[in-house]
């Protein structure tokens, strides 16, 4: 249970559903661990349950001065950043014909914008202390077209685009960037879905059961930790055999 020993990482949308998971999963493996969200009360509760293990930091992945913000407080608590997960998200099941530039621009700003400033503030920190990894969250949308999902699918492509550039930019500094894509997670994200449907996709899971977030923690895990040191530009489908 030390495969993050003295490893000190944020993870973004924290509060709720995969990363929740990975913040008690990374602390289990011995990591400290910034929580940050727009959701105060639920980031603050699982950073009290962590202990001295965590710390939340209320964050707009989409607001670039914020992430300054993060990354001093994350400096000021435990000397170090080692390890981002980009994992913050919003996803709204609209068409093309339903998709307006509003919803373009919001998962633009969060899914995209907020993985690339995130991908920038760490930047330095990591080079200057002798590297480090960023895992960044795509999606089983982002590999091949998914109907009703626009302009979230769109966005997650593009991050799995960036997470391949920043592989090759960053290698030099000793920096690792991988994607981890999820498959169908069962948490708060899709909790909006009637039970119908919910029902409906899962018969399209080969396993014909949902991902539990601990799921994708585990996946995450690795690509953070040392295990993984000559991985970079690399993903990880974990979606019980949907992309198969
Ligand atoms: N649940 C799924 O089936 C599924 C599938 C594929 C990919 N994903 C991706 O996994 C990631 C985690 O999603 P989840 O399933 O845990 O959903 P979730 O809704 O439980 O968690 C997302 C978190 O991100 C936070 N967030 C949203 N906008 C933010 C912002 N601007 N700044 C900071 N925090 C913000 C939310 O408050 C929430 O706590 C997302 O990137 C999502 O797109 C989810």
């Known amino acids: 249970m030390n495969r993050l020993h003295n490893k000190i990482a944020i993870i973004t949308g924290a509060a709720s559903g995969q990363g929740a998971a990975e913040a008690r999963r990374f602390v289990e493996e011995g990591a ?7 959701n105060e009360v639920d980031g603050k509760a699982l950073a009290d349950q962590l202990g001295d293990s965590a710390i939340f930091v209320s964050h707009d992945v989409s607001d670039e001065a914020s992430w300054q913000r993060v990354v001093e407080q994350c400096l000021a608590a435990f000397g170090g950043i080692d390890i981002l997960v980009n994992n913050a998200g919003i996803y709204r099941q609209k068409s093309l014909a339903e998709t307006d530039q509003a919803l373009m621009d919001l998962h633009y700003r969060v899914n995209v914008l907020g993985a690339f ?14 590297g480090g990894a960023i895992v960044n969250i795509s999606s089983i949308a982002a590999l091949r077209g998914s109907p009703g999902l626009f302009a979230y699918a769109g966005s997650k492509w593009m991050v799995r685009g960036m997470t391949k550039s920043a592989a090759q930019d960053l290698a030099q500094d000793k920096i690792r960037v991988n994607t981890v894509l999820p498959g169908l997670i069962d948490t708060p994200m899709l909790a909006g879905n009637a039970p119908e449907y919910l029902e409906e996709i899962k018969q399209m899971v080969p396993f014909k059961r949902l991902g539990a977030p601990e799921e994708i923690a585990d996946a995450v895990v690795y690509l953070a930790s040392d295990e993984s040191r000559y991985v970079t530009g690399a993903e990880i489908t974990v979606c019980g055999g949907m992309s198969a």
């Open 32 to 38: 400290k661990v910034v929580i940050t969200d727009l």
């Open 117 to 130: 400033f995130g991908m920038k503030a760490v930047h330095p920190v990591m080079k200057a202390h002798d």
